[in-house]
Structures are given as structure tokens and as C-alpha cells.
């Protein structure tokens, strides 16, 4: 038998178990809300038919597009038995998704959003754990889609997916807020209806409001490994943009709302609120560089509550530098000081002077020394001073691999480094004084950290080079540890 027709039978063979397994499965609705995406939305139901759960009905509601929407997805249903097409009035997605649940038959729910995909597997591997588990909801890793390029979510995204969990308490995993998108979720019908769960009519970050609901009120939830939701970056999207004051409004009214429900656990808000001073509130302090006086306004009035919120021993520890800075100059409603800050590019710290002093290790922002800011306002915080790597190259020499490494401390000049390499016992030869490591602001200009550059020798193992190396830095009384992959 060829290679090919091998391949064949293989696919065949698992198409079979899928369905054995699938034979008995609960039906899966999947709701996908359409508003102007003639264009997007029969992929992102086509991916929904080709993912490997099999079980699924799709109600479509397409919320009263001016676009060729409606009969784009009408054509989609007279082809597939299992799409259901509804038409309303423009209402608004919340409104959208309401009116799919009222009409979804299936055990189980879930969302799609129209400009929006589903992963091959994510769905079966979710679908199979609740089977397991009891749960009364799943979520799911995603992964964003720019153009034609897949990236991973982000970091802290991806942090707790790495630890997957089944039938746990979100007092167990308060982490697993910070994937509140409405994909990459499938909820148990009977507990979305005993709850009486609502998608917000205005949804500029609202859909958070039914996550941690969701999560709190949940029996148990599941939190898998296998990226479910392919989640499109789109200029246009509801939740990439708005440098206004009403998004502002918006935004952190959905915040407000998130920590009233998470009030019964106050461990779980207080977490959810150093999430948010994290993640989200530093979104919107980014925006400062292209935005006016009234939505500086709007941070003013908004921001300090929720700095109020946090605990403040780990507040100090784990809030960037630069943001709490900020944090209090609008607390102080200094608002000249805020923009003179922003101009200055207060907000990208390595654009900036370091030195000790008594609170520790301090970047000098600007308005240091001068500005009505604590001191300690300016110390970085451990993660901002940790040991990083990368290996910008790699090439044999006969034998040899030979790695262009650059390896640094961020907002710290080194003086007289040294880096030893970790290996399975092959012979290294380490020499400094590469091309030092640049890092560019957002408004061009460039900081080179001197002395941290490296060429990195791996003897005799140019056939089987290791996936990534990892390096420890040491300069004076400072030590740290960094892992970077090895490009192919």
C-alpha cells in the first residue's frame, strides 16, 4: 500500500472512532449572531460542520444586516440541515445571541461569533471532558487571527490553559477570569436556564459581566488544554478600539459590574481586580497617546476606583512601574502632568534611566523628583527586572552549532556580566561582545543594553540541536535564569 493510501485508512479509522464515540453524544447548539459579514460568516460556519464533534445544530441569527448577510447564510442553510436561520431587527449582538438561546434545542450551548472560527478539535476534547466531569461549563484556550497569520493568545491567556482542570471551583482558579470572550465557552443548558444568564444589549466588554457570573455560579467548570476558538482581530470589532470617554464609561462599568458579582468570594475579586490592573486598564492608558482631554477625563474619574480595590502589599509587587505611576497622577487629577508624562513616553520604561535607591531598584519616569508621586511609585517590580534571552541566529560550522544570543536585564545596565549555558553535557564556548540587544519605542528611539551580546558555541551537536537554550546571567550580586528557542 502507498504512503498515501495509508494516510487514507488512517483517516477513515479515525473518522470511525469519532463517530462511535459521537453515537450516543449530546446535542450541541451553537449560536452565531450575524450583523454585516457576508463575507466572513460562511467560513466561520463551515468550520463549525467540519470540526470533529459531530452533534451540533447551528441557529444563526442574522440581526437585520444591510448586507448581502441574510441570503449568504440562507444559501449556507438549504445546503446543511443542520443551520437554522433566524432574522430580526437590528437589536445588537446581546440581543442576537438571546434571541439564538430562546431558539437552541441542544444539552449544550455555545457561541460563535460570524467574523469568528472554531478549531478542528477544541470543541470534541471540551465536549468529551463534560461528559466525564459533570460540569456545568467549559472553557476553552482560543487563539487570535490577524489577516491570514494565527498568533496565540496572550501570555497570561495561555498561562492558564497550561495547567488544564476538570471539575473544579473558581474559587480553586480564579485565574481562569481572564478568558471572559463570549467563544470558546460551552455551558450545560439546564444551567444557563436555571440562572436565566443574559448577554448585555450594549456590549463593550459586557460579555465579561456573564463570565464571571457563570463561573461563580457553576457547580463545577472544566478548564481544557485544546485551543477551541480561532478569535479574528478585525480594525472594526466592538472590543478593539473607541479611544472615546464613553468607552471608557463602558469599560469600566462592565468591571464594576464583574466585581459586585464576584463580592460573595473576596479573595477571587480582589484577584480579579489585579487582573484588571494587569491587563485591561493598561489597555486603555495606552490609548492616552493617541487620545483627547475627555477621555483623560473619564480615566480620571474611573481609574482610581479601582487601583482603591486592590491589595496593596501585592499591588506594589505586581503592577508594572510605569502603570502605577500613572495611576497616581490621576488620582491626583494632575492632568498636565499626565499628558507631559505620556509625551515623554513615561509608559515604556526601558526608554529610561535606572538606579537603586532606598525602596529599591527605581526607573526614573519622568516627573522624578519633581511630580507629587511617592518614591516607591517608581520602583520596578521583579518581573520588570528579570533575566531575559533570545537567540537571534543560529548556524552550523561542520560540527557546531553557533547561536547569536543577546541576553539582559530589562531597565538594568549591566556592568560585568557573565553567562553560563545549560546543556546535556556538550562542550560550550560562551564569548561576549556581540551586537548588543535594542529595544525602539513606540516614538523610534532606541536603547542599547551594552555587553549583551553573546556568540553561544554548542560543540558536535550541529544533527541534533536542542529546542531551546537556557542561560544564566550574572552581574555583580544580581543572578537570574532565562530560557530562549533555538530558530531552525
Do not use: C
Not at 464 to 469: E, F, I, K
Amino acid at each position: 500500500m502507498t504512503t498515501t493510501g495509508r494516510r487514507g485508512v488512517r483517516r477513515a479509522a479515525a473518522a470511525a472512532r469519532r463517530r462511535w464515540r459521537n453515537r450516543d453524544s449530546p446535542l450541541l447548539s451553537v449560536v452565531v449572531p450575524v450583523y454585516n459579514a457576508a463575507d466572513l460568516v460562511e467560513e466561520s460556519l463551515q468550520s463549525v460542520l467540519d470540526q470533529q464533534y459531530r452533534n451540533v445544530e447551528i441557529v444563526v441569527v442574522d440581526d437585520g444586516s444591510t448586507d448581502d448577510s441574510l441570503a449568504v447564510v440562507r444559501a449556507f442553510a438549504a445546503r446543511n440541515p443542520r443551520v437554522t436561520v433566524l432574522s430580526q431587527a437590528n437589536g445588537g449582538v446581546g440581543v442576537a445571541r438571546r434571541t439564538g438561546t430562546e431558539a437552541a434545542t441542544g444539552e449544550y450551548l455555545t457561541f460563535v461569533d460570524s467574523d469568528d472560527t472554531v478549531t478542528r478539535t477544541g470543541i470534541q476534547v471540551a465536549m468529551d471532558g463534560l461528559r466525564h466531569s459533570g460540569s456545568d461549563v467549559a472553557v476553552m484556550p482560543y487563539q487570535r487571527r490577524e489577516g491570514d497569520v494565527i498568533r496565540p493568545a496572550a501570555p497570561w491567556i495561555r498561562a492558564v490553559h497550561a495547567r488544564p482542570a476538570a471539575g473544579v471551583v473558581l474559587a480553586d482558579r480564579p485565574d481562569v477570569l481572564v478568558n471572559a470572550i463570549p467563544g470558546g465557552k460551552i455551558f450545560r443548558r439546564a444551567f444557563w436556564d436555571e440562572h436565566g444568564f443574559v448577554y448585555p444589549t450594549v456590549l463593550l466588554a459586557g460579555d465579561q459581566q456573564v463570565a464571571a457570573e457563570a463561573f461563580l455560579k457553576a457547580r463545577t467548570l472544566d478548564i481544557t488544554g485544546v485551543p477551541g476558538y480561532t478569535w479574528r482581530r478585525m480594525a472594526t470589532s466592538i472590543s478593539q478600539g473607541h479611544v472615546t470617554a464613553a468607552a471608557v464609561h463602558a469599560r469600566h462599568d462592565a468591571m464594576d459590574r464583574v466585581l459586585e458579582i464576584l463580592e460573595p468570594l473576596p479573595a477571587v475579586r480582589e484577584e480579579r481586580v489585579l487582573q484588571y490592573l494587569r491587563h485591561n486598564v493598561p489597555n486603555s492608558l495606552l490609548k492616552l497617546e493617541r487620545a483627547d482631554d475627555d477621555y483623560l477625563a473619564a480615566l480620571v474619574e474611573r481609574v482610581p476606583h479601582v487601583v482603591a480595590a486592590a491589595p496593596p502589599d501585592r499591588y506594589a509587587a505586581e503592577i508594572p512601574a510605569q502603570y502605577r505611576v500613572l495611576h497616581a497622577l490621576l488620582a491626583a487629577d494632575d492632568r498636565d502632568a499626565v499628558w507631559r508624562y505620556v509625551a515623554a513616553e513615561g509608559m515604556q520604561p526601558e526608554m529610561h534611566p535606572s538606579g537603586d535607591e532606598p525602596h529599591g531598584h527605581t526607573v526614573y519616569l519622568p516627573g522624578w523628583g519633581r511630580d507629587a508621586v511617592a518614591p516607591e511609585a517608581y520602583v520596578l517590580t521583579a518581573e520588570q527586572t528579570a533575566a531575559r534571552a533570545i537567540v537571534r541566529s543560529a548556524h552550523r560550522d561542520g560540527a557546531d552549532l553557533v547561536l547569536d544570543v543577546a541576553a539582559w536585564y530589562p531597565n538594568v545596565e549591566l556592568s560585568a556580566p557573565q553567562l553560563e549555558v545549560k546543556t546535556d553535557g556538550d562542550v560550550v564556548d560562551v564569548l561576549a561582545g556581540g551586537e548588543p540587544h535594542i529595544v525602539s519605542s513606540r516614538q523610534g528611539a532606541e536603547r542599547r543594553y551594552l555587553h549583551s551580546g553573546w556568540t553561544v558555541t554548542l560543540r558536535g551537536v550541529a544533527r541534533r540541536a536542542p529546542r531551546a537554550l537556557t542561560v544564566t546571567l550574572t552581574d555583580g550580586d544580581r543572578t537570574g535564569t532565562a530560557t530562549a528557542p533555538i530558530p531552525r
